[in-house]
Nanobody
């Protein structure tokens, strides 16, 4: 399995931008895809975006489509989430996750086997 470390969270005003990073280490060659999820206080963890390491296929939740973009740098074993036009409802802890399985798109919590510790994103109005 891999170890995942997120960074890049913080406080931003509505309309602003942030870029989250997720650095993977360990058995990275076994990773099939990476994903981002988020969890707001009192709510369930929800899917945000996913990307396959091979081919770079991407899939974004409707709630973020057109505003967020997932990408990866295979050489650095790092996935990114570029977040633009942020809204207060985007406030949440954002988690990076790694999947070892197949199929596409991967949107369920159970599709991912490793998780980072999370990074807080707060969007003020």
């Amino acid at each position: 399995q891999v170890q995942l470390v997120e960074s890049g969270g913080g406080l931003v005003q509505a309309g602003g931008s942030l870029r989250l990073s997720c650095a993977a280490s360990g058995r990275t060659l076994s990773t099939y895809a990476m994903g981002w999820f988020r969890q707001a206080p009192g709510k369930e963890r929800e899917f945000v975006a996913a990307i396959r390491w091979s081919g770079g296929w991407t899939y974004h939740a409707d709630s973020v489509k057109g505003r967020f973009t997932i990408s990866r740098d295979n050489a650095k074993n790092t996935a990114y989430l570029q977040m633009n036009s942020l809204k207060p409802e985007d406030t949440a802890v954002y988690y990076c996750a790694a999947s070892y399985g197949g199929g596409w798109p991967l949107v369920r919590y159970g599709d991912f086997g490793s998780w980072g510790q999370g990074t807080q994103v707060t969007v003020s109005s």
